[in-house]
């Protein structure tokens, strides 16, 4: 994934992915990313960086999308069941 991504936002990926399609709350993202809480980071940050990973999958041609769950987090879809994660 680092080949691809910055660290965080290879963390980021990694904290989805292991969710399993369930929404990943801010504060969840806030501790494991940011090790602080979520009123300690803007929502905006987490979006920018939602934005530039959303960039790199389409760039990748990989079939995921990191949805927005309005008001409570993110989740990670794969929408190619046939398609595995690179080593």
Known sequence: LCQVFTELHARFLTLLRHAGGRTVSHDQLAQSLYMTTADQVHEKTT???????????????????????????YRL???????????
């Open 77 to 87: 879809v794969v929408t190619d069941p046939a398609w595995r994660w690179p080593t």
């Open 47 to 73: 979006a920018v960086h939602v934005c530039k990973i959303r960039k790199r999958i389409r760039e990748a041609g990989w079939p995921l999308d990191v949805q927005n769950v309005w008001g409570v987090g």
